[in-house]
């Protein structure tokens, strides 16, 4: 899929600028050139206004250094540490402050560029061009990368789909003689680790699948009416030998009764599962527990252990897309759990938040609105 170029005809009229400037007569030249070149303009004369209009999304931020509010340095900084705006393209335009200590200081901060004025007009629609040609770039790369893993995940399920058939029935084979009589011999002992290797390998290839999905579209759904309580149970008790490989007793509290909702039971069961492994696999052999309750018209899902614990500056990043984070203990996985885990959580109209510190465990809260109104 081709990104359409800055330069071609049309395409900057869908290109929105937020240019923030305290100073208006600089905020209307700079605005008018912008318009004229063909963009969308946004205004902002403070630091906070710009960060309100920055979660609209715009396609870049001019950003001012010197402001009466906040200087354009920590706004640029506070963007990039808001996980909705992160990634966005922020350029610094100044007439002050142009030392190189000055531009140096902005591009640490977390700017794309920082450019100096006096700026011919032809000379900062330029500028502004090639970053997006740059941005753009990047962006087919990605669009490309995801294109490859939808590829490869397609054509590795079907073989690894017979593979762990076949090895599942060589397992039973070997396990049951002629005579009936069960056997444990080694070739047993040999092929059920395998089939074990080859079911994870599976999940990986199915998680890669649906980030190459989410990556082109929103997560689809398909809704029936689910007991969140019984998915629960379900989940843990698949998961109890990893939990007891792990040396972690996993407890599970359930409510006396159902708890329904309309949702797509093997998205739901994926979030869960992940949440729950998750606990396993970083609970240091400590207790685990999860625990379902419905509050305030919402069923309420919590996940907690009692392992290495999560630093408060890495509670955002543990969502994204193949982030892991650890404590020097080297942990199986492709980083997707809980970025997936969260797009379901987001495609059912709920949440996913956490609590934790180093050394402290970690406590995830899944939230699920038990009546939806909005079409599938």
Known sequence: MKTSDPQEPGARSRITVLNVNDDAATLYLLSLTLRQGGYHVLEATCGQEALTLAQGMPDLVLLDVHMPDIDGYEVCRRLRADEATRDLLIAH????????????????????????RPLAEDELLANIEALLRLQARARDAVRARDRFLSIAAHELKTPMTVLRLNLERAVQLVVNDAAGAVSTGP???????AVRQLTRLQHLVDSLLDVSRLSTRDMELDVETVDLSRLLREQVERLQPQARSARVDLDVTLPDAPVLLFGDAPRLAQAVGHLVSNAIKFGEGRP?????????????????????????EDHARIFRRFERVTTGERFDGLGLGLYLALAIATAHEG??????????GAHFELRLPLHLTRRY
């Open 187 to 193: 070739v047993e002992k040999r092929l059920t680790p």
């Open 288 to 312: 685990a527990r999860a625990r379902l309750e419905t509050r305030d018209d919402h069923a309420v899902l919590t996940v907690e252990d009692e392992g290495v614990g999560i630093a408060p």
């Open 93 to 116: 335009l100044s007439s002050v402050s142009i030392q190189r200590e000055d531009r140096v200081k902005g591009l640490a901060q977390g700017a794309d560029a920082y450019w100096t």
């Open 351 to 360: 949440t996913l938040t956490v609590r934790s510190a180093l050394g402290q």
